[in-house]
């Protein structure tokens, strides 16, 4: 099955827990992780359900291609990174 981490401050800020989902898309993925955790969905994804601007996410190490539809594919080894960018001073 694919894992979908998260970076530990959009985890906690988010109290989601990395896990392993059955998906074939990094939609399915995600989707499966907002059922258990409704709140994180609005911190990755914007109100089209794209991901938002300041979030970049990444299968296998290679950011997806599709961040509207995330449609890119995932198998049972792929790895789904969700990182937030941080800004500040």
Same mark, same amino acid.
């Given at each position: 099955m694919p894992r979908v981490d998260f970076t530990p401050n959009l985890a906690r800020q988010t109290a989601i827990a990395s896990r392993e +989902? *059955?998906? &074939? %898309? +990094?939609r399915e993925a995600l989707d499966e992780l907002f059922r258990e955790f409704p709140g994180a969905r609005g911190y990755v994804l914007d109100d089209q359900g794209a %991901?938002?601007? *300041? @979030?970049?996410i990444f299968v296998n190490g290679e950011a997806v291609t599709d961040r509207n539809g995330l449609s890119d594919p995932v198998? &049972?080894?792929? +790895? @789904?990174?969700?990182m937030q960018a941080l800004s500040g001073g």
């Amino acid at each position: 099955m694919p894992r979908v981490d998260f970076t530990p401050n959009l985890a906690r800020q988010t109290a989601i827990a990395s896990r392993e +989902v *059955h998906a &074939e %898309t +990094v939609r399915e993925a995600l989707d499966e992780l907002f059922r258990e955790f409704p709140g994180a969905r609005g911190y990755v994804l914007d109100d089209q359900g794209a %991901t938002r601007q *300041h @979030v970049a996410i990444f299968v296998n190490g290679e950011a997806v291609t599709d961040r509207n539809g995330l449609s890119d594919p995932v198998d &049972e080894g792929s +790895v @789904v990174f969700v990182m937030q960018a941080l800004s500040g001073g």
